[in-house]
C-alpha cells in the first residue's frame, strides 16, 4: 500500500500565470481533497472530490479548479496567479465510509508567486 | 471567523513528563475530532481521533480527550520523547465534510 505522493516538491511561478499540481492517493481511497497551507497558518480546505465528482468546496474563487481521475490521480489547477496563492497546497486522500474518516495527507508542493 | 482554535502557538515539556496541547471550537455541528502532527518539509499525519460520542480515544502514548459542553478537546502525550517535537494541529468535522484546522501549536521536548 502506498501513501500519498505530489509533485512536484516546490514551485517558482509569475503573477498572471498558471498552474497545475498533481497528487496520486493512496490506493483504494475514494476521497481527495486539496487544502492550502499559507505561513503560520492551519490548512484551509480548497475542496473536495468524491468518485471524479466535486463534493464541497471552501472560501476559494473559481480560478481554483480541480479534476479526480478514476486512477486516484488528482489535479489542482490555479487560475491568473496573485501573490497572496504563495503557499502550501496539500493533497489528503481517504476512504469514506460512515461518521467520520481520517485524511492522509501527501508532503505538499511548495509554491511560490513572484 | 475562526471555528477552531489552539491558543497555544508554542510549548515546551521536559522529556518525560506529560505534554498536553489544548484545543477549542465554537460550532457544535461538529462530530468528528483529529490530532495530526507535522515535521517541517512533510504533511500533516494523523495522529488520533474521536467521535463526538465519545469522552476519551487512547493510543499508546497518546490521549484524546473530549469535553463538549465545554467545546473543549485535548491531547495528552507520556511519556514525551524527543521525536514528538513537532507542530500539532487539531481538525474538526460534521459528517463526511471537510476538516476545519486550527493554526497549530509547536511542540519542543527538552532532553
Known amino acids: 500500500e502506498t501513501g500519498v505522493t505530489q509533485s512536484p516538491t516546490h514551485l517558482i511561478k509569475t503573477r498572471g500565470q498558471q498552474v497545475t499540481l498533481r497528487c496520486s492517493s493512496q490506493s483504494g481511497h475514494n476521497t481527495v481533497s486539496w487544502y492550502q497551507q499559507a505561513l503560520g497558518q492551519g490548512p484551509q480546505f480548497i475542496f473536495q472530490y468524491y468518485r471524479e465528482e466535486e463534493n464541497g468546496r471552501g472560501n476559494f474563487p473559481p480560478r481554483f479548479s480541480g479534476l479526480q481521475f478514476p486512477n486516484y490521480s488528482s489535479e489542482l489547477n490555479v487560475n491568473a496567479l496573485e501573490l497572496d496563492d504563495s503557499a502550501l497546497y496539500l493533497c489528503a486522500s481517504s476512504l469514506v465510509t460512515g461518521m467520520g474518516y481520517e485524511q492522509y495527507f501527501g508532503p505538499g508542493t511548495r509554491l511560490t508567486v513572484t | 471567523?475562526?471555528?477552531?482554535?489552539?491558543?497555544?502557538?508554542?510549548?515546551?515539556?521536559?522529556?518525560?513528563?506529560?505534554?498536553?496541547?489544548?484545543?477549542?471550537?465554537?460550532?457544535?455541528?461538529?462530530?468528528?475530532?483529529?490530532?495530526?502532527?507535522?515535521?517541517?518539509?512533510?504533511?500533516?499525519?494523523?495522529?488520533?481521533?474521536?467521535?463526538?460520542?465519545?469522552?476519551?480515544?487512547?493510543?499508546?502514548?497518546?490521549?484524546?480527550?473530549?469535553?463538549?459542553?465545554?467545546?473543549?478537546?485535548?491531547?495528552?502525550?507520556?511519556?514525551s520523547q524527543p521525536g514528538d517535537s513537532a507542530v500539532y494541529f487539531c481538525a474538526a468535522s460534521f459528517g463526511n465534510e471537510k476538516l476545519t484546522f486550527g493554526t497549530g501549536t509547536r511542540l519542543t521536548i527538552i532532553p
Open chain 2, 1 to 79: 471567523d475562526q471555528q477552531v482554535k489552539q491558543n497555544s502557538p508554542s510549548l515546551s515539556v521536559q522529556e518525560g513528563r506529560i505534554s498536553i496541547l489544548n484545543c477549542d471550537y465554537t460550532n457544535s455541528m461538529f462530530d468528528y475530532f483529529l490530532w495530526y502532527k507535522k515535521y517541517p518539509a512533510e504533511g500533516p499525519t494523523f495522529l488520533i481521533s474521536i467521535s463526538s460520542i465519545k469522552d476519551k480515544n487512547e493510543d499508546g502514548r497518546f490521549t484524546v480527550f473530549l469535553n463538549k459542553s465545554a467545546k473543549h478537546l485535548s491531547l495528552h502525550i507520556v511519556p
